[in-house]
């Protein structure tokens, strides 16, 4: 294995303000306190104070603990008429309810699109109107509307489109809709540049002139924000006497299970609104009232009521990979049957499909990492080659952001075309979406947008090299900025005999976590290893033992080859450490145990 350098050491003196004094990590980083000081020693219990802190030191002001300890709706949610265009809108599809139009969804092909095209289209159900839906394939017609599926959409009689998780930048092909004399209402989350696109309504809570309450709505996915329409159009209808007379409000607390699913896998900030959707349509998805939800469940086996993190890496792929590699409608399909046997069959595709992704995933995340080399000194990763398939260029871009600690874009080129399709993750606090819109604007892409975090971008091949030197100039200084603040943040510092069950179910109920309200790390020790080896696909499994008597089970996903595996499992004879990482509950025994997921390690003497 060859030998890797860690970062240079901090300052003299920091140690005093770091985790049981540990300045440098085996991944090199120092161990901060998340918020004050939370050395517990011994197990802790059930504890109220822990579970405020956790809270507080996610930004929630003390005297509001309470609304956040247990997140409503209710508690939550703003007035849909605070966003721009939003009364437009829901009065637009209330009109086309009562007058019996022809309403066609046009979605975007992942999680947050079909999401969101099937709230709608189970609005519009519960509202008499059955529309009709559209989702591009993801290769032949790639993102965003396109002038010619709008225009032939309206020749084929629909009057009102409404685009989901897409057309905030689609400029050209809503001219060629108005040109056919169709409406078209464009509800995304997408940056948006000064000039808007001609739609009959364009709600997205990062508009350029939206105003601050609908603004601190940026973090919503597209399907938040299509549940915000939805609440806003039966307000109309029902001002309009619509209901009564044997027609009933539709239920739309029954649609949250869609809004958590599409809020968990777009990676959406979980503070505020959004951690109240997955709250509370957490709720809606273990009632497996969705037929089409229920079959994907059952197709993941996953066999008790799911979590926030099975949204994100058992449903959400699944449905994702549709889009990717398969069929662009099935996902949407899965969500809106009513049939019991098509939605199994479409959840057991969707999982064959996810095999099949994974495999063709590991080898371009292998042909792209092999670039990494000469690319060191890159602030962010730009990483392009032909025959690499684009449906999963935007999960490897994301792996090769984790291993580096770098923005990272990932480009299928396609030599026939003269151009390539791009997907770029980021890492918090550089605004990649921002930059790919400044690029398109410099005339290097053909098309591209995004948000902060992640983005997509078409180019022609010969327009790379200026491309990334273009991304360097702009970002350089941000990445630096962002990796020097890197450090591990962490909630609890705990004996071995604090890591139980009990305290699984304390750290739960500050949840559900994800990002912009992670999950809380503990830091355990000190610690001998009592056995280390290698299981799975290069995952690194310990059992350690403190000096309480009391010993755990660890493991580190996909990190066999790291430095801290590699140290932990050969170095680690006669010497003790610092463990830190998430606390989970492994009830696959008889008793159910504490388990520590493990991110980092470092020597305690």
């Known amino acids: 294995m060859a030998t890797r350098s860690l970062p240079p050491r901090p300052p003299a003196g920091i140690a005093r303000s770091c985790v049981l004094g540990v300045t440098r990590s085996l991944s090199g980083r120092a161990w901060h306190w998340r918020g004050g000081n939370m050395e517990l020693g011994g197990a802790p219990g059930l504890n109220e104070g822990i579970l405020a802190q956790l809270l507080m030191t996610r930004g929630v002001p003390a005297e509001d603990v309470a609304r956040h300890a247990r997140p409503t709706l209710r508690a939550f949610l703003p007035d849909p008429s605070e966003f721009r265009d939003m009364d437009r809108a829901a009065e637009r599809i209330a009109a086309a309810v009562l007058s019996g139009e022809k309403v066609t969804i046009y979605g975007d092909y992942d999680v947050d699109g079909a999401t969101s095209a099937a709230l709608m289209i189970e609005l519009l159900r519960a509202l008499g109107s ?3 839906y559209y989702i591009p394939d993801r290769l032949l017609e790639g993102y965003g509307p396109s002038g010619e599926a709008l225009v032939k959409l309206a020749e084929a009689g629909s009057s009102l489109i409404v685009t989901v998780d897409c057309g905030a930048m689609a400029h050209e092909a809503l001219a060629m809709a108005k040109a056919a004399g169709v409406d078209v209402i464009v509800v995304d989350h997408h940056k948006c540049s000064a000039e808007l696109p001609a739609a009959a309504a364009l709600v997205n809570p990062n508009r350029l002139d939206e105003g601050d309450l609908a603004a601190a709505h940026g973090h919503l996915a597209a399907v938040g924000v299509a549940f915000l ?7 109309t209808l029902r001002a309009q006497g619509f209901f009564g007379g044997g027609r009933s409000e539709p239920d739309l607390m029954a649609l949250l299970d ?3 699913l599409g809020t968990v896998a777009d990676v959406a900030a979980l503070h505020g609104l959004n951690r109240a959707f997955v709250a509370q349509g957490l709720k809606v998805l273990a009632r497996r009232q969705r037929i089409g939800m229920a079959a994907l469940i059952d197709a993941s086996r996953i066999t008790r009521a799911p979590a926030a993190s099975d949204l994100g890496f058992a449903l959400g792929p699944r449905i994702n990979a549709g889009g990717r590699i398969g069929e662009s409608t099935l996902g949407v399909r899965l969500l809106t049957t009513t049939d019991p046997e098509e939605a199994r069959a479409i959840a057991e595709q969707l999982s064959r499909l996810n095999e099949e992704r994974r495999a063709i995933e590991a080898a371009v995340q292998e042909a792209a990492e092999a670039q990494l080399s000469g690319q060191h000194n890159m602030a962010v990763h730009v990483l392009a080659g032909t025959g690499w398939h684009p449906g999963v260029i935007g999960i490897v871009a994301g792996r090769i952001k984790e291993k580096t600690g770098k923005p990272a874009i990932v480009i299928a080129q396609d030599e026939a075309e003269g151009a390539g399709k791009g997907s770029g993750r ?12 400044a690029a398109r604007d410099a005339g290097l892409l053909v098309a591209g947008g995004g948000h902060a975090m992640a983005a997509g971008l078409t180019i022609p091949n010969d327009r ?9 100039a702009r970002l350089a200084r941000d990445v630096e900025k962002a990796r020097a603040g890197q ?3 962490l909630d609890l510092s705990l004996a071995p005999g604090g890591l139980t069950p009990e305290l699984c179910e304390t750290l739960e109920a500050a949840g559900p976590y994800g990002v912009g309200w992670p999950a809380p790390r503990v830091a355990v020790g000190a610690v001998r290893i009592v056995k280390a080896d290698i299981v799975g696909k290069d995952h690194l499994r310990l059992i350690a033992s403190g000096n309480d008597g009391r010993s755990f089970k660890a493991i580190a996903f996909r990190a066999g080859e790291t430095e801290m595996a590699q140290t932990l499992l ?15 509950l492994d009830d696959w025994g008889a008793r159910p145990a504490a388990e520590l997921h493990l991110e980092d390690a470092a020597f305690a003497d």
Not at 464 to 472: C, M
């Open 130 to 132: 059955n529309a009709d």
């Open 229 to 235: 329409l939805a609440v806003a159009v039966v307000r």
């Open 258 to 260: 869609l809004v958590a």
């Open 426 to 437: 980021s890492i918090s606090g550089v605004d990649l979406g921002a930059a790919i819109i």
């Open 464 to 472: 790379l090299s200026a491309f990334t030197e273009f991304l360097e």
């Open 487 to 489: 450090v591990m943040a």
């Open 570 to 584: 050969h170095r680690h004879q006669g010497r003790r450490f610092h463990l830190a990482g998430r606390v989970k």
